[in-house]
């Protein structure tokens, strides 16, 4: 046990200093990713993930108790909580879905700008398991323990190089998911779809008309996405 501790305590305060190619390489193998709709597809359950955990994260600051987080097959998901029906936290909460991968990703780039990419990769074993124990249903319970199985994995077994990688990918992908995510928001509604989404609850609880709210999910993300890339490549370019 001392030496999984220690091991886990050098992974965490370990100062990296990584090369040009830990940035540039995940980022465009992140960017095929969102390019192939078959791999985004895979790749959006990750999204999904973080997206809930903003929800629940939110509820809980609210004084909301969270019941219980769904993932479906098609990278939908749902989180039920119970509390006051006050307009202000079911506001807040249905709102923090779609920025909450973009935040979590500038905070990871930052992270990874500070020189602790391996100490990202162990913050986000804890958070899948903070939304392991929250899942109710067994498709989501199979993507998070898969999810989970996969990062830890990565996190313990793989070279130093790859985790590298692997952090900044983690980073890009939330970062870069998040504002796909919302353009495909802004798409399914102009199709008439979506009625359910965050933007429509939204509109119900505060009359704010759902596309308002869709440009602020693009705003937040696209500006998480700018300051997260900014933060991960400012010192690693030549100037």
Not at 94 to 114: D, K, Q, S, T, W
Not at 140 to 163: D, H, I, Q, S
């Amino acid at each position: 046990m001392r030496e999984i501790w220690d091991r886990l305590w050098a992974d965490v305060t370990t100062d990296i200093v990584a090369s040009p190619q830990a940035a540039l390489i995940p980022l465009a193998v992140v960017v095929g990713v969102l390019a192939v709709p078959s791999l985004w597809h895979l790749a959006r359950h990750v999204v999904t993930i973080f997206h809930e955990a903003g929800h629940g994260f939110v509820a809980t600051l609210t004084g909301r108790r969270v019941r219980g987080i769904r993932l479906h097959s098609d990278t939908s998901g749902l989180t039920e909580s119970v509390g006051q029906e006050k307009r202000l936290p079911l506001s807040l909460m249905a709102f923090a879905g779609y920025p909450a991968p973009g935040v979590l990703g500038i905070g990871a780039a930052a992270l990874i700008a500070a020189g602790y990419p391996l100490a990202l990769l162990w913050i986000v074993v804890v958070v899948l398991l903070l939304v392991l124990v929250q899942i109710r249903n067994f498709y989501g319970f199979l993507v998070m323990v898969l999810a989970l199985a996969a990062t830890v994995a990565v996190a313990w077994y793989a070279p130093t190089e790859w985790r590298v990688g692997v952090a900044y990918g983690v980073a890009w992908l939330l970062l870069l998911g998040a504002v796909r995510a919302v353009v495909e928001l802004g798409g399914s509604r102009r199709r008439g779809g979506a009625a359910g989404s965050d933007a429509d609850a939204l509109a119900r609880l505060t009359r704010v008309p759902g596309g308002v709210w869709v440009a602020l999910f693009w705003l937040v993300t696209v500006g998480c996405a700018v300051g997260g890339a900014w933060l991960m490549l400012a010192g690693l370019l030549p100037e």
